[in-house]
């Protein structure tokens, strides 16, 4: 069980790091990205727009890292939650926008038939992040040594054949 | 008797011991968990700090937030330049990208057919020139080109400067590669009436690089999200085309021009 969970973090926190890490040379428009969704009020979507590269980096970092696997998993499902429900809102409301999920953003003419995609992949996502909220003990993990005492992830289940 | 008692003596003081053995163990763990939850913490505050300081690090260009930006000389509606008189009753606004091909294909089509509604007095031209598209070209030409024609407006009035904004089109590079390099600009900036000696610096320096990042925050916040964007009097024209946006944009004006 532990290789998976081991999969499932370098997956999740691959993805994080990409897509945080092509927004963080343009902030401004990664604010855009949030504003185009025409979701949240405008006082808060810059703080939005400012963070969210960034926490995608650190958690993604952390999930690879294998450091507070659970919290940083309970974010992540978080997000990808948002997400999901932010393209499915654009879709039903009509509007034309690229998802701003690796950077970019803003209009796009063929938004319509990349949503039904974008919306399966955020689901996939999300799901092994709630793989990884369940069950956090995994291989090669920093939390191994820091948080859950030495001991290996196979010891930790409790399985009594060991 | 004695046998019974020293037995459970015996039980006591093993009781005794093992629970000290154990609350030996018990501040041994606390102290432990407490030194790796430190150790979690620091770690975490330091992945926060070196993406933080990655992102800063990462920022294109001095952030123009906070900074008063100083719009150029000649500008209408802090953010455009324009053509046709001042109280012509409709005001057409093109929003647009010196880098956004679209733009250009606009640009060919509506050109002549936009400066005749201003000549005419019915029509006042507004271009609102947004940077967003920096990333499709390998030298922040969204950016620089915005910029030079705010240096145009502001030492050359509106006509040099729509003159220039013109050129650029005519000579818009392709996505993915270079820009017009500096000299390109001043050159084609010169033709269009502009002084050599007053733009060189502004456009090198991108002296109103401020004011172009708050031209294009100002077109997010209106809640457009591309480019070319037209209005007729603040209502925004829907087109599937290049010619489809500029028959609507006339049927727009014509419109408003009835009433």
Known sequence: ?162 | MSKKQSKATKQANMQRASERAAAIRAEHERKERRSRALVVAASVVAVLLVVVAIAWGLQQGGSGEGQTSNPPDNVVDEYALAIGADDAPVTVTVYEDLMCPYCGLFEQVSSQRLKEYAESGDVQVRYHVVSFLDGQSSDRYSTRAANAIGVVLDTAGPEAAVEFHDALFANQPEEGGSGLSDEQMIDLAVEAGADEEAIAGPIEDLKFEPWVEDATDAWSKAGFTGTPTVTVNDEKVEFESAEDLLANTEQAIEEALKN
Not at chain 1, 18 to 37: C, E, I, Q, T
Not at chain 1, 53 to 82: C, D, K, T
Not at chain 1, 87 to 100: E, F, K, M, N, V
Not at chain 1, 126 to 139: E, N, Y
């Open chain 1, 1 to 162: 069980m532990g290789w998976i969970g081991f999969a499932a973090r370098l997956l999740v926190g691959g993805v994080w790091i990409v897509a945080g890490a092509l927004k963080l040379p343009d902030l401004d428009a990664s604010v855009r990205a949030v504003r185009a969704y025409q979701l949240l009020p405008e006082a808060v979507v810059p703080a939005i727009g400012y963070a969210l590269p960034v926490v995608e980096v650190a958690i993604g970092v952390m999930l690879v890292l294998g450091l507070l696997v659970r919290f940083n998993a309970v974010v992540s499902a978080v997000l990808f939650l948002a997400f999901v429900v932010g393209i499915a809102s654009a879709w039903a409301r009509g509007l034309q926008i690229d998802c701003g999920c690796f950077g970019g953003g803003g209009y796009d003419a063929n938004a319509t038939e990349k949503y039904p995609w974008e919306i399966a992949r955020d689901l996939g996502l999300l799901f092994a992040s709630l793989w990884l909220v369940r069950r956090p003990r995994t291989r090669w993990a920093l939390d191994n040594r820091l948080v859950y005492d030495g001991t290996s992830e196979r010891t930790m289940t409790g399985d009594p054949t060991r």
